[in-house]
């Protein structure tokens, strides 16, 4: 069913739209002790109310005043995709991409990404994105604003109940890695991590199963660090060297490496976990002997492992893969200088699902959501 709403009337403020906090302030400005605000969160999150007038832990008198002046719309599923076409058979576990729907008519894209032992949900924090990265197809969308927290939650709400709708297990890990810059909208992702890790919320996870990737926003890494939030932080460097992360990532003008560098350092020693630094192997790019050579350079000053990914074509974009002979070369010599190296096989090309692929104004193909 469409959030949209059809009719000429006036709509009522979403309620989800209210932090925690802003709760807090509704129910005191309505003579109400502050503990309703936590049963009203619950309701909202934990259960998931669609309506006020399930919500029978709060008084009749205080559900009727709440539906005068508020509504209830939430973030959901319009479409699902899965790389085996929609049927699981039962060893494989396909990637499924979900196209979302906001109360507003934006859509996001979110991605399932089950596996033997996860079952991780890839979620977005912005409809399209700011940073213009050369390489990413939600670049090259533009920018239409930030999600609220809710809109976030709901996203992994939504895939969890599916999850255990098709594999009979829910989430384990969460990873904001899917449209848009999540350092860029810090506030209300903090909001959200705060109602994804509330315990007995119908499904919690903990802050150590939270990943948050950035291209490397200086200001943002050090909020993080100081936020005293145990998650994990995933840099997508691409290059170690300057003016090739400038290329494929305009935003690298405004923080030099070596900011970069101590921005981590920072994150490493304060919340004493090692960053991820995700390196999409890039044909003719970034996969040379030297390109190695500066990798491991920086890399070495840190607590960290790489984890090289494939580059996911994607149509009208001029990036090819490195071809298997230099990543291997590029892999023995990152082992060679004692490096942590992994490398990820990548999930959901197929679906378009995969890094760097989440479009819906003007896809991967350039056609609209329908
Ligand atoms: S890679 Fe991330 S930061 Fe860069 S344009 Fe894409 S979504 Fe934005």
Redesign the pocket.
Known sequence: MSNNHQSSEPLLPNIKELTRNQLADLMADMGEPRFRAAQLHRWLYGMQARDFETMSSISMALRTRLAVDWAIRSASVVRSESEDGGTVACNQSPTSKYLISLPDGEFVESVLIPSEERMTACISA?VG?????T?????QMGFRRNLFAFEMTDQVYAMHEDALKRYGRGLTNIVFMG???PLLNLDNVFEAIGTMTEKNYGFSISEKRISI???GLVPGIQRLTDSGLRIKLAL?LHSADQQKRELL?P?AKNYSLDELSSAISAYNRKTGQPVTLVYMMLKGINDSVEDGRKLARFAKRLSCKINLIDYNPIVNFKFKPAYSDSKNAFVRQLLDAGLHVTVRKSQGAAINAAC?Q?ATLSGNDGSKPQ
Do not use: I, K
Request: net charge negative.
């Open positions: 912005q994105c700011p940073l213009g990265c390489f990413c197809a939600t670049g449209m848009g810059e990737s950035t291209v997508s990532m935003v760097g989440l």
